[in-house]
């Protein structure tokens, strides 16, 4: 394919990944909206739990089945299922149907991140892949960031064509996704090798029983408790689920969803422990930055995306060069040590300036150095696992990095979020005991502007119910925005505090990455893309 075919390819192909990145985020902002309309405020977290299960578990699904039955096909069943799941999303009547329209986006999602980045490799060698990758995941970290800013946006707008203003949340994929299909239909022409194999339906059986109840107490075990018999249950499960799986696959061989051979690779094997561990870092430091955001600068939900481009730009500035210095000098090992060192950096640089009066330029500074890490990591996890598997296993192995990683930020997120949670409270209500914060307080309730002031209503009232007011925080923080200082004072300082031991755990996770990245042996990039070298091999059997 030319330069010009491949990059309209390419367009197609990152517009539906900005879908489906867009989507794991664009809903928490418009979820309290979307709750208080369908009348289902306590079952809410079941709409975000059901897409990330299907997204994630589907994934391996679709690797497997494009090695067999070819790319193309599939990404566009994919980007139709999407298409399906987002109008009928866009339509539920209660938080039920969203829940389980979400759970059939989710199915379509799985396919579109996956997907894309093997067409990449099917179409471009890897010499020059890591190029075009780093496109692919710049468009995922920033569409991951600018959800909250369109989430918010549709939320806040009564009708739009005589339709709720959340509904076209879901509903504007549907043009996107059209676009996407159309572009994909008509410049991806893949050349696909087809391989006799049965299909491993016990495999994708198993995975399932393995994957969603870890993924459903990683996302519900703070509200359940993590030592409740329910969720001892689902642990029990996913134990049983996972062994059956391996075993399942070792019977498979070849044929498996995901054959054990490949990790026999110890580059490839090697590449997915770091890509768990990196996973947990990554997503677990990230999820904090958008609620310190909010709490201790008092920025609305909407306004945090925007105030998160630090760290894109870091991320999209480090894709890019690293993406031509591996086709340029053929190394990316480089980029392990330097981007787990960066990203290490990053967070101690977190835990050594932020406290409740650090200016926002400050954190500013983190957060690019953060992006800066994220961004030499991403692209070079995939081109790694893609790179050390043949030609025939470039769909295994795109999906298995890309699974691999988004269970590692799964439990990553579920691991920090509780450690959060369960000492933000704490900290608060010692934060109350401050002699200057207490000062600080006497001073404004005595100031009849202050407490006249209809700005600090919400706070004054969290203030008057005592010290059980500290535990309103943890589910709604909006009571901070345009408060007075010394009122949110003990508030911001209990949240920084917990948020360190976040930053802290996030940075030990990174300097274990670091150590594992100069195990790493690097394979020298091939010059062939996937599809060539498949067809080759073909033909040479024949």
Not at 91 to 108: E, P, S, T, V
Not at 368 to 381: A, E, R, W
Not at 414 to 435: E, G, H, Y
Request: glycine share 10%; hydrophobic share 50%.
């Amino acid at each position: 394919m030319s330069p010009r075919e491949i990059w309209l390819v390419l367009v197609g192909l990152m517009s539906g990944m900005f879908l489906a990145a867009l989507d794991q985020s664009v809903v928490g902002a418009a979820m309290r909206t979307i709750a208080d309309d369908l009348d289902g405020l306590s079952v809410q977290a079941w709409a975000t739990t059901a897409y990330l299960i299907t997204s994630t578990v589907s994934t391996p699904i679709y690797g497997k089945l494009g090695d067999l039955f070819g790319r193309r096909p599939l990404f566009l069943a994919a980007i139709a299922i999407f298409i399906i799941g987002s109008v009928t999303t866009g339509f539920a009547n209660d938080m039920y149907q969203l829940a389980a329209y979400r759970a059939i986006q989710g199915l379509g999602a799985g396919g579109l991140f996956s997907l894309a980045l093997t067409i990449v490799a099917d179409i471009v060698p890897p010499r020059e892949r890591a190029r075009y990758q780093g496109m692919f995941l710049a468009v995922f970290g920033s569409s991951s960031l600018l959800g909250p800013v369109v989430g918010g946006t549709f939320a806040g707008i009564d009708q739009i064509l005589w339709i709720d203003g959340w509904r076209w949340v879901f509903l504007i994929n549907l043009p996107i996704g059209i676009a996407s299909l159309i572009m994909v239909t008509t410049f991806l022409h893949v050349p696909h090798t087809p391989k006799q194999q049965k299909i491993d339906w016990w495999g994708a059986v198993t995975i399932v029983v393995g994957v969603v109840p870890i993924l459903l107490v990683a996302e519900q075990g703070r509200e359940w408790g993590w030592g409740s018999p329910l969720s001892v249950a689902m642990y029990v499960t996913g134990v049983v689920g996972i062994v059956s799986f391996i075993l399942v696959e070792k019977r498979m061989g070849e044929s498996a969803l995901i054959p054990l051979s490949i990790f026999k690779n110890q580059t490839f094997a090697r590449t997915q422990v770091l890509g768990v561990i990196i996973g947990a870092g990554m997503f677990g430091g990230m999820i904090v930055l958008p609620l310190i955001i909010q709490i201790i600068y008092g920025i609305t939900p909407t306004m945090t995306g925007l105030m998160m481009l630090p760290m894109v730009l870091g991320m999209m500035t480090a894709t890019i060069t690293a993406g031509r210095i591996t086709s340029k000098t053929g190394k990316y090992r480089i980029f392990f040590n330097t981007g787990t060192a960066t990203l290490f950096t990053g967070y101690t640089f977190m835990v050594l300036v932020l406290a409740a009066d650090t200016p926002l330029w400050l954190l500013a500074i983190g957060m690019v150095l953060i992006g800066l890490g994220l961004g030499q990591l991403m692209q070079t996890t995939m081109v790694a696992s893609q790179n050390a598997v043949e030609a025939k296993d470039i769909g295994v192995a795109t999906s298995s990095a890309t699974f691999f990683r988004q269970m590692g930020g799964t439990f990553g997120v579920a691991i920090f979020m509780s450690i959060l949670f369960s000492q933000v409270v704490d900290k608060i209500t010692q934060a109350f005991q401050d002699t200057e914060v207490q000062a600080g307080l006497a001073e404004a309730l005595a100031n009849g502007n202050v407490t006249s002031d209809p700005a600090n209503a919400g706070i004054l009232e969290v203030l008057n119910s005592g010290p059980s007011g500290a535990n309103g925080i943890t589910s709604d923080s909006s009571f901070l925005i345009g408060a007075d200082e010394r009122l949110t004072l003990p508030f911001r300082i209990g949240f920084v505090e917990s948020s360190l031991t976040v930053f802290m755990l996030a940075a030990s996770f990174i300097a274990v990455a670091f150590v594992i990245s100069w195990f790493i042996k690097e394979i020298p990039l091939r010059q062939k893309s996937a599809s060539q070298e498949a067809a080759e091999a073909a033909a040479a059997g024949h």
